[in-house]
């Protein structure tokens, strides 16, 4: 079993930044792939961006050139900095783990994923 625990949320402007981390209680075959996915209210879960362990990287087109995954394997952690933030950024942003290979591609399947983490609130708002 593994924990994962988000932390990084809280209440921006539209333009400012914040940084998320997501923190995994044990490094396992199925702690490969580390993936943020969101939900606004009244809206599915989507994906955002996701890393392997070995440096593979990928994004909603929605977050391209504003968001950057990175993750750091000694400390089993993953963060997601988020630039230019917007309104319609406004979710539940949460971290979950998967073991399949990166070449696969399904990494953005949410049904994928094996661990997710409780989620942590951002909003944008002036």
């Known amino acids: 079993q593994v924990e994962l625990e988000e932390s990084g949320g809280g209440l921006v402007q539209p333009g400012g930044s914040l940084r998320l981390s997501c923190t995994a209680s044990a490094r396992t075959a199925s702690t490969y792939i580390t993936t943020w996915f969101r939900q606004a209210p009244g809206k599915e879960r989507e994906f955002v961006a996701a890393?392997?362990?070995?440096?593979?990287?990928g994004y909603a087109e929605s977050v391209k050139g504003r968001f950057t995954i990175s993750r750091d394997n000694a400390k089993n952690t993953v963060y997601l900095q988020m630039n230019s933030l917007k309104p319609e950024d406004t979710a539940v942003y949460y971290c979950?783990?998967?073991?399949?290979?990166?070449?696969?591609?399904?990494?953005?399947?949410?049904?994928?994923?094996?661990?997710w983490g409780q989620g942590t609130q951002v909003t944008v708002s002036s």
């Open positions: 979950a783990t998967q073991g399949d290979a990166w070449y696969t591609g399904r990494y953005y399947l949410k049904d994928r994923y094996d661990y």
């Open positions: 890393t392997s362990r070995n440096g593979n990287v």
